[in-house]
């Protein structure tokens, strides 16, 4: 089972401010790399897929990168719909994966 | 619009039975495969089990693989799980997801998920 370590846990920043936010396989899950938000109560949203594809709808500040083993979720200018948790997965090998999520804090 | 409605949470004691269900419209449900992700309390999320489109394949976490079965009916558009000697660490929010293709990928549509509690 490939292994998704997100970092950090919890990301303290202010409103307007960049975030960078990791995950790291475990072995190379090559672009198989998804990224998801969760607001309190809600179902999990697709952000990004194939590492830095946006989905339908996503504003231009999400962005993504990486492949392999390391990839990044950047929001470039934080604004106060963005504050949740986090989570990338990965959908190279089966099981598919998640990473244990970040919290985006308003700092 | 495409909507997933999953249905068949509640209370369940443990070693019993329970079956979820997921109604889905706005897509052609048969040309897609699902899957059922979960959601334990205050925790992250957990992929519990996939079936592609055709419903010849289907995979499942080793937390689940005895226990629960994976299926669906294409002519009725409903995703299934059928879950049974049930622990109390599968307690959580069950969310049925499609895929984006017919044999998996990423999770392009979520429901808004059915809760269960196994508790005496």
């Known amino acids: 089972e490939i292994v998704m370590t997100q970092s950090p846990a919890t990301l303290s920043v202010s409103p307007g401010e960049r975030a960078t936010l990791s995950c790291r396989a475990s072995q190379s899950v090559s672009s198989n790399l998804a990224w998801y938000q969760q607001k309190p109560g809600q179902a999990p949203r697709l952000l990004i897929y194939g590492a830095f594809t946006k989905a339908t709808g996503i504003p231009a500040r999400f962005s993504g990168s990486g492949s392999g083993t390391e990839f990044t979720l950047t929001i470039s200018s934080l604004q106060s719909e963005d504050f949740a948790v986090y989570y990338c997965?990965?959908?190279?090998?089966?099981?598919?994966?998640f990473g244990q999520g970040t919290k985006l804090d308003i700092e | 619009e495409v909507q997933l409605l999953e249905s068949g949470g509640g209370l369940v004691q443990p070693g019993g039975s329970l079956r979820l269900s997921c109604a889905a419209s706005g897509f052609t449900f048969s040309s897609y495969a699902m899957s059922w992700v979960r959601q334990a309390p205050g925790k992250g999320l957990e992929w519990v089990s996939h079936?592609?489109?055709?419903?010849?394949?289907?995979y499942y976490a080793d937390s689940v693989k005895g226990r629960f079965t994976i299926s669906r009916d294409n002519s009725k558009d409903t995703l299934y799980l059928q879950m049974n000697s049930l622990r109390a660490e599968d307690t959580a929010v069950y969310y049925c997801?499609?895929?984006?293709?017919?044999?998996?990928?990423?999770?392009?549509?979520w429901g808004q998920g059915t809760l269960f509690t196994v508790s005496s």
């Open positions: 997801a499609k895929s984006a293709a017919m044999s998996g990928w990423y999770f392009d549509y």
């Open positions: 997965q990965q959908y190279n090998n089966w099981p598919y994966t």
């Open positions: 079936i592609n489109s055709r419903g010849a394949t289907t």
